[in-house]
Protein backbone atom coordinates (compact mmCIF):
# COMPACT_ATOMS: atom_id res chain seq x y z
CA UNK A 1 0.00 0.00 0.00
CA UNK A 2 1.57 3.52 -1.18
CA UNK A 3 2.03 5.86 1.57
CA UNK A 4 3.17 10.27 1.42
CA UNK A 5 6.57 10.67 0.92
CA UNK A 6 8.31 11.36 4.42
CA UNK A 7 6.37 13.76 5.66
CA UNK A 8 3.75 13.50 8.33
CA UNK A 9 0.40 12.95 7.46
CA UNK A 10 -2.49 15.23 9.30
CA UNK A 11 -5.94 14.54 9.24
CA UNK A 12 -8.91 17.00 9.82
CA UNK A 13 -11.70 16.46 11.65
CA UNK A 14 -13.84 18.86 12.79
CA UNK A 15 -16.72 18.42 15.90
CA UNK A 16 -19.97 18.38 16.41
CA UNK A 17 -21.23 22.05 16.44
CA UNK A 18 -24.69 22.90 17.01
CA UNK A 19 -26.62 20.63 14.10
CA UNK A 20 -24.12 21.88 11.51
CA UNK A 21 -22.84 18.53 10.98
CA UNK A 22 -23.60 18.68 7.19
CA UNK A 23 -21.35 21.44 7.11
CA UNK A 24 -18.84 19.35 9.10
CA UNK A 25 -19.42 16.32 7.01
CA UNK A 26 -18.52 18.36 4.05
CA UNK A 27 -15.15 20.07 5.27
CA UNK A 28 -14.10 16.80 6.69
CA UNK A 29 -14.51 15.04 3.45
CA UNK A 30 -12.46 17.55 1.48
CA UNK A 31 -9.62 18.02 4.52
CA UNK A 32 -10.29 21.32 4.84
CA UNK A 33 -12.81 24.30 6.49
CA UNK A 34 -14.06 24.56 3.12
CA UNK A 35 -17.98 25.09 3.36
CA UNK A 36 -19.32 27.47 5.67
CA UNK A 37 -22.96 27.62 7.39
CA UNK A 38 -23.53 31.34 4.99
CA UNK A 39 -22.52 29.26 2.26
CA UNK A 40 -24.66 26.14 2.45
CA UNK A 41 -27.74 28.64 4.04
CA UNK A 42 -27.33 30.42 0.54
CA UNK A 43 -26.89 27.58 -1.72
CA UNK A 44 -30.40 26.03 -0.03
CA UNK A 45 -32.04 29.40 -0.56
CA UNK A 46 -31.24 29.55 -4.31
CA UNK A 47 -32.21 26.38 -4.37
CA UNK A 48 -35.89 27.27 -2.87
CA UNK A 49 -36.47 29.82 -5.44
CA UNK A 50 -35.61 27.32 -8.09
CA UNK A 51 -38.35 24.50 -6.77
CA UNK A 52 -40.86 27.96 -6.19
CA UNK A 53 -40.24 29.45 -9.72
CA UNK A 54 -40.90 25.77 -11.46
CA UNK A 55 -43.62 25.17 -9.69
CA UNK A 56 -45.06 28.63 -10.54
CA UNK A 57 -44.64 28.50 -13.84
CA UNK A 58 -45.46 24.52 -14.21
CA UNK A 59 -48.57 24.32 -11.83
CA UNK A 60 -51.79 25.13 -13.30
CA UNK A 61 -52.77 28.18 -11.43
CA UNK A 62 -48.84 28.89 -11.22
CA UNK A 63 -48.47 30.91 -7.60
CA UNK A 64 -52.33 30.67 -6.81
CA UNK A 65 -51.85 26.66 -6.79
CA UNK A 66 -52.63 24.92 -3.55
CA UNK A 67 -49.79 22.82 -3.52
CA UNK A 68 -47.09 26.61 -4.39
CA UNK A 69 -49.33 27.96 -1.54
CA UNK A 70 -48.22 24.90 0.94
CA UNK A 71 -44.98 24.87 -0.30
CA UNK A 72 -44.58 28.93 0.48
CA UNK A 73 -46.18 27.95 4.07
CA UNK A 74 -44.06 25.17 4.60
CA UNK A 75 -40.72 27.09 4.54
CA UNK A 76 -37.84 25.69 3.19
CA UNK A 77 -37.00 22.19 2.18
CA UNK A 78 -33.11 22.81 2.06
CA UNK A 79 -32.38 23.61 5.49
CA UNK A 80 -34.46 23.62 8.76
CA UNK A 81 -34.34 26.00 11.29
CA UNK A 82 -31.46 24.56 13.47
CA UNK A 83 -29.54 24.63 10.59
CA UNK A 84 -30.11 20.70 9.28
CA UNK A 85 -29.24 21.25 5.52
CA UNK A 86 -30.70 18.48 2.66
CA UNK A 87 -28.79 16.45 0.32
CA UNK A 88 -29.16 18.12 -2.60
CA UNK A 89 -27.58 21.65 -0.66
CA UNK A 90 -24.51 19.14 0.09
CA UNK A 91 -24.51 18.10 -3.61
CA UNK A 92 -24.02 21.64 -4.84
CA UNK A 93 -21.80 22.70 -2.51
CA UNK A 94 -19.35 19.89 -3.49
CA UNK A 95 -19.90 20.03 -7.04
CA UNK A 96 -19.73 23.73 -7.01
CA UNK A 97 -16.44 24.29 -4.76
CA UNK A 98 -14.64 20.94 -5.84
CA UNK A 99 -16.00 19.90 -8.73
CA UNK A 100 -17.56 16.85 -7.53
CA UNK A 101 -20.71 14.59 -7.52
CA UNK A 102 -21.83 12.62 -4.93
CA UNK A 103 -24.47 9.97 -6.00
CA UNK A 104 -26.15 7.42 -4.12
CA UNK A 105 -23.80 4.02 -3.62
CA UNK A 106 -26.64 2.23 -4.28
CA UNK A 107 -27.36 4.26 -7.84
CA UNK A 108 -26.98 1.68 -10.48
CA UNK A 109 -23.80 0.85 -11.81
CA UNK A 110 -21.33 2.44 -9.19
CA UNK A 111 -20.50 -0.58 -7.80
CA UNK A 112 -20.64 -2.66 -10.96
CA UNK A 113 -17.78 -0.41 -12.35
CA UNK A 114 -15.25 -0.47 -9.45
CA UNK A 115 -14.29 -2.24 -5.63
CA UNK A 116 -16.11 -0.62 -2.81
CA UNK A 117 -12.42 0.39 -1.71
CA UNK A 118 -11.84 2.16 -5.04
CA UNK A 119 -14.24 4.78 -3.73
CA UNK A 120 -12.25 8.06 -2.51
CA UNK A 121 -14.94 8.88 0.15
CA UNK A 122 -18.62 8.56 1.84
CA UNK A 123 -21.15 11.04 2.93
CA UNK A 124 -23.19 9.03 5.46
CA UNK A 125 -26.71 10.20 6.32
CA UNK A 126 -29.80 9.35 8.57
CA UNK A 127 -32.29 11.99 9.20
CA UNK A 128 -30.73 14.89 10.78
CA UNK A 129 -27.16 13.56 11.47
CA UNK A 130 -24.39 13.58 8.40
CA UNK A 131 -20.92 12.28 9.09
CA UNK A 132 -17.93 11.42 6.36
CA UNK A 133 -15.81 8.87 5.85
CA UNK A 134 -12.32 9.42 3.81
CA UNK A 135 -9.32 7.36 2.49
CA UNK A 136 -6.50 9.36 3.45
CA UNK A 137 -2.77 8.23 2.52
CA UNK A 138 -4.35 4.87 1.93
CA UNK A 139 -6.29 4.16 4.59
CA UNK A 140 -9.86 4.58 5.44
CA UNK A 141 -10.81 6.85 8.54
CA UNK A 142 -14.47 7.48 9.73
CA UNK A 143 -14.80 11.20 10.38
CA UNK A 144 -17.98 11.64 12.23
CA UNK A 145 -18.00 14.29 14.24
CA UNK A 146 -19.91 13.50 17.25
CA UNK A 147 -16.63 11.08 18.03
CA UNK A 148 -13.97 12.38 19.84
CA UNK A 149 -10.99 11.88 16.80
CA UNK A 150 -11.26 9.75 14.24
CA UNK A 151 -11.28 5.80 13.97
CA UNK A 152 -10.03 3.94 11.34
CA UNK A 153 -11.64 1.75 8.99
CA UNK A 154 -9.86 -1.46 7.80
CA UNK A 155 -10.18 -2.33 3.84
CA UNK A 156 -11.79 -5.41 5.21
CA UNK A 157 -13.90 -4.17 7.12
CA UNK A 158 -15.00 -1.36 4.57
CA UNK A 159 -17.78 -3.24 3.15
CA UNK A 160 -19.45 -4.69 6.17
CA UNK A 161 -19.32 -1.06 7.25
CA UNK A 162 -21.32 0.74 4.94
CA UNK A 163 -23.76 -2.59 4.52
CA UNK A 164 -24.09 -2.04 8.43
CA UNK A 165 -25.12 1.33 7.84
CA UNK A 166 -27.42 1.13 5.59
CA UNK A 167 -29.09 -1.46 7.56
CA UNK A 168 -29.68 0.89 10.36
CA UNK A 169 -31.03 3.54 8.07
CA UNK A 170 -28.52 5.36 6.67
CA UNK A 171 -28.62 6.70 2.75
CA UNK A 172 -24.65 6.19 2.04
CA UNK A 173 -23.90 8.35 -1.02
CA UNK A 174 -19.82 8.60 -2.20
CA UNK A 175 -17.36 10.31 -4.53
CA UNK A 176 -16.22 7.97 -6.79
CA UNK A 177 -13.40 10.84 -8.50
CA UNK A 178 -10.06 12.14 -6.44
CA UNK A 179 -11.12 14.55 -3.40
CA UNK A 180 -8.20 17.03 -2.64
CA UNK A 181 -5.06 15.32 -1.03
CA UNK A 182 -4.20 14.96 2.25
CA UNK A 183 -2.35 17.61 3.95
CA UNK A 184 1.34 16.98 4.67
CA UNK A 185 2.71 20.47 5.57
CA UNK A 186 2.38 22.93 8.17
CA UNK A 187 1.03 25.21 5.16
CA UNK A 188 -1.49 23.14 4.77
CA UNK A 189 -2.84 23.04 8.34
CA UNK A 190 -3.94 26.68 7.75
CA UNK A 191 -6.93 25.26 6.28
CA UNK A 192 -8.71 24.81 9.31
CA UNK A 193 -8.17 25.57 13.00
CA UNK A 194 -5.31 24.14 14.44
CA UNK A 195 -7.84 21.59 16.95
CA UNK A 196 -8.87 20.05 14.30
CA UNK A 197 -5.83 18.26 12.97
CA UNK A 198 -4.83 15.00 13.86
CA UNK A 199 -1.63 13.41 13.64
CA UNK A 200 -1.72 10.16 11.38
CA UNK A 201 0.78 8.10 12.98
CA UNK A 202 -0.29 9.01 15.98
CA UNK A 203 -3.84 7.36 15.54
CA UNK A 204 -2.76 4.73 13.71
CA UNK A 205 -0.59 3.51 16.71
CA UNK A 206 -3.74 4.28 18.72
CA UNK A 207 -1.90 6.96 21.21
CA UNK A 208 -4.24 8.04 23.61
CA UNK A 209 -2.26 11.52 24.13
CA UNK A 210 -2.13 11.61 20.04
CA UNK A 211 -0.89 14.78 18.61
CA UNK A 212 -3.13 17.70 17.39
CA UNK A 213 -2.36 21.18 15.85
CA UNK A 214 -2.52 22.84 18.86
CA UNK A 215 -1.89 21.55 22.41
CA UNK A 216 -3.96 24.33 24.68
CA UNK A 217 -5.52 26.37 21.71
CA UNK A 218 -7.65 28.50 24.46
CA UNK A 219 -5.09 29.34 27.25
CA UNK A 220 -5.63 33.50 26.18
CA UNK A 221 -9.39 32.82 26.48
CA UNK A 222 -11.19 35.53 28.56
CA UNK A 223 -7.20 37.23 29.18
CA UNK A 224 -7.45 39.79 26.33
CA UNK A 225 -8.02 37.53 23.48
CA UNK A 226 -10.17 39.19 20.75
CA UNK A 227 -13.05 38.07 18.96
CA UNK A 228 -10.35 38.05 15.25
CA UNK A 229 -8.01 35.34 17.39
CA UNK A 230 -5.58 37.98 18.28
CA UNK A 231 -4.50 39.23 21.90
CA UNK A 232 -3.89 42.70 23.20
CA UNK A 233 -0.14 42.51 24.24
CA UNK A 234 2.30 42.80 20.73
CA UNK A 235 4.86 40.20 22.30
CA UNK A 236 2.24 37.38 23.01
CA UNK A 237 0.60 36.96 19.72
CA UNK A 238 1.11 33.22 17.96
CA UNK A 239 2.41 32.80 14.16
CA UNK A 240 -0.61 30.42 14.55
CA UNK A 241 -3.45 33.00 15.48
CA UNK A 242 -2.13 35.68 12.65
CA UNK A 243 -2.34 32.88 9.77
CA UNK A 244 -5.56 32.20 10.25
CA UNK A 245 -8.28 33.52 8.27
CA UNK A 246 -11.08 35.84 9.77
CA UNK A 247 -13.98 33.12 9.56
CA UNK A 248 -11.62 30.57 11.49
CA UNK A 249 -10.68 33.16 14.15
CA UNK A 250 -14.37 34.06 14.54
CA UNK A 251 -15.08 30.47 14.93
CA UNK A 252 -12.03 29.69 17.61
CA UNK A 253 -12.82 32.60 19.56
CA UNK A 254 -16.43 31.65 19.89
CA UNK A 255 -15.27 28.35 20.84
CA UNK A 256 -12.76 29.67 23.11
CA UNK A 257 -15.75 31.58 24.59
CA UNK A 258 -17.81 28.19 25.12
CA UNK A 259 -15.66 26.15 26.20
CA UNK A 260 -14.22 28.27 29.45
CA UNK A 261 -15.38 27.44 32.50
CA UNK A 262 -16.32 30.73 33.91
CA UNK A 263 -16.47 34.25 33.19
CA UNK A 264 -14.18 36.54 33.72
CA UNK A 265 -13.11 37.65 37.16
CA UNK A 266 -12.87 41.47 35.81
CA UNK A 267 -16.38 43.21 35.58
CA UNK A 268 -16.54 44.12 31.47
CA UNK A 269 -18.93 46.32 30.12
CA UNK A 270 -21.23 45.83 27.28
CA UNK A 271 -20.13 48.11 24.34
CA UNK A 272 -22.92 49.92 21.97
CA UNK A 273 -23.83 47.76 18.90
CA UNK A 274 -21.92 48.95 15.67
CA UNK A 275 -23.60 49.98 13.12
CA UNK A 276 -24.42 47.74 9.82
CA UNK A 277 -21.34 47.94 7.45
CA UNK A 278 -19.03 49.64 10.06
CA UNK A 279 -15.28 48.41 8.88
CA UNK A 280 -14.59 45.27 11.89
CA UNK A 281 -18.07 44.85 12.80
CA UNK A 282 -18.96 40.93 12.89
CA UNK A 283 -22.67 39.34 13.55
CA UNK A 284 -22.95 36.44 15.81
CA UNK A 285 -25.84 34.16 16.62
CA UNK A 286 -26.34 33.09 20.46
CA UNK A 287 -28.40 30.22 22.24
CA UNK A 288 -29.28 32.21 25.19
CA UNK A 289 -29.30 30.03 28.70
CA UNK A 290 -33.06 30.69 28.66
CA UNK A 291 -33.44 28.90 25.40
CA UNK A 292 -34.06 31.89 23.16
CA UNK A 293 -31.84 33.14 20.68
CA UNK A 294 -30.64 36.46 19.47
CA UNK A 295 -28.16 38.11 17.04
CA UNK A 296 -25.91 40.94 17.44
CA UNK A 297 -22.91 42.97 15.72
CA UNK A 298 -19.71 43.65 17.82
CA UNK A 299 -16.18 44.66 16.97
CA UNK A 300 -13.38 41.90 15.62
CA UNK A 301 -11.28 43.84 17.76
CA UNK A 302 -13.22 43.23 21.13
CA UNK A 303 -12.26 41.22 24.19
CA UNK A 304 -14.52 37.62 24.11
CA UNK A 305 -15.49 38.72 27.30
CA UNK A 306 -17.93 41.57 25.82
CA UNK A 307 -19.70 38.21 24.68
CA UNK A 308 -20.31 37.38 28.86
CA UNK A 309 -21.90 41.02 29.05
CA UNK A 310 -23.72 40.61 26.56
CA UNK A 311 -25.29 37.08 27.57
CA UNK A 312 -25.50 38.75 31.29
CA UNK A 313 -27.49 41.68 30.00
CA UNK A 314 -30.28 39.86 28.30
CA UNK A 315 -30.17 36.70 30.99
CA UNK A 316 -29.23 38.89 34.20
CA UNK A 317 -28.44 36.10 37.19
CA UNK A 318 -27.87 33.29 35.09
CA UNK A 319 -24.60 31.84 35.23
CA UNK A 320 -25.26 28.76 32.39
CA UNK A 321 -23.41 29.62 29.32
CA UNK A 322 -24.55 29.76 25.42
Known sequence: MSRLGDGIVWIYHERQDALLCGQHALN??????AFSPGMLAEIAQQLDQMELNYMAENDEGGTRSKDYIR???????NVDASGNFSIEVLRSALLTQNNLSL????QQGILDQMDITDIEGFICNRESHWFAIRKINGRYWNLNSTKERPEQISHFRLAAEIE???QEGYSVFCVTDA????????EGRERGLPQYWWKEEDLVKDKTDAVTGATDPWKNVGSGMRLDGKVNCEEE???LLENLTEEEMLQMAMEASMMQESPPAKKIELTPEPAAGEVGAVR?????PDG???IRRFLDSESVAVLYAFVEDRCPGNGKKT
Open 28 to 33: NLVQAC
Open 71 to 77: RVAEGSG
Open 103 to 106: PNIR
Open 164 to 166: GLQ
Open 179 to 186: LPPPCTTN
Open 237 to 239: KSN
Open 284 to 288: IQFRL
Open 292 to 294: SRA
